[in-house]
């Protein structure tokens, strides 16, 4: 059975550094511990590795897995555009639970899935996980679980789902609160300069960016709106208590 390395431990830690920085470049998988839960992990640009990951998952190519990166100068590496809006994003929330998705930029050579040209990008609040990918660079990573259970909290968790489709174990106790990084579409603020054509009159009828939540997490609406201000899109309507009769 494939070993779990306790990071709490020195001893264990490097040895786990080390097997993890070698599983991943014969393009295995590696479980690792990140602020929000565990996650699975593949080299972003071995499409054979990330390929793995969807199958040890139970998951297609229709869901494309995110990126973790080490910094923001990754994320400028990975993005055609960082728009102004996200910077102030990143500076508030980064590292943290918050996943940006862009579009990716064109020249890269990677097959993360059907990703329709986009990227998902979070940078990671955890010592470990950020060693590791200034060591490995991106890596595309997805909660460590089956595809409909419950993500994994403990490496124990993710390694009774996953088994031996994982490589290398990376365990540092239980995840502080188990709630997944929030994830944000902010696709519609790139590009939004009207073209030097004699169609501008039609670029009124363009509809207004809006960045819109894809799943709430360790970032709450609150929080994002009190950045974005108008540009979050509006917050769901509250569903009308019964009556009671």
Not at 57 to 82: F, H, I
Not at 125 to 139: D, F, N, Q, S, V
């Amino acid at each position: 059975m494939s070993p779990i390395f306790d990071c709490r431990d020195e001893a264990q830690l490097l040895g786990g550094m080390r097997q993890a920085r070698q599983a991943i470049g014969r393009g295995e998988l590696v479980v690792i511990p990140t602020d929000t839960v565990y996650g699975v992990a593949a080299d972003a640009f071995d499409h054979q590795a990330v390929a793995r990951l969807l199958a040890a998952k139970g998951r297609g190519r229709q869901s494309p897995p995110p990126v973790l990166v080490a910094g923001v100068a990754t994320l400028r590496a990975l993005v055609a555009e960082v728009p102004e809006p996200v910077e102030r994003l990143v500076e508030e929330f980064w590292p943290g639970g918050l996943t940006i998705v862009l579009p990716a930029q064109p020249s890269l050579s990677w097959d993360l899935g059907e990703t329709r040209g986009t990227v998902a990008v979070r940078m990671p609040a955890h010592r470990i996980a950020l060693e590791l990918l200034e060591e490995t660079g991106p890596l595309a990573v997805s909660s460590a679980n089956l595809t409909g259970m419950p993500a994994g909290i403990t490496p124990e968790d993710a390694r009774d789902m996953l088994k031996d489709s994982v490589a290398v174990y990376l365990g540092d106790g239980p995840s502080k609160d188990g709630i997944p990084s929030t994830i944000i579409d902010a696709t519609s603020l790139v590009g939004q300069a009207p073209a030097a054509t004699g169609e501008d009159a039609d670029a009124d009828a363009r509809p207004a960016p809006s960045v819109k939540v894809l799943r709430e997490g360790a970032v709450t609406r609150a929080q994002l709106r009190g950045v974005l201000g108008d540009l979050l899109e509006p917050d769901p309507e509250a569903q009308p208590e019964p009556d009671g009769s």
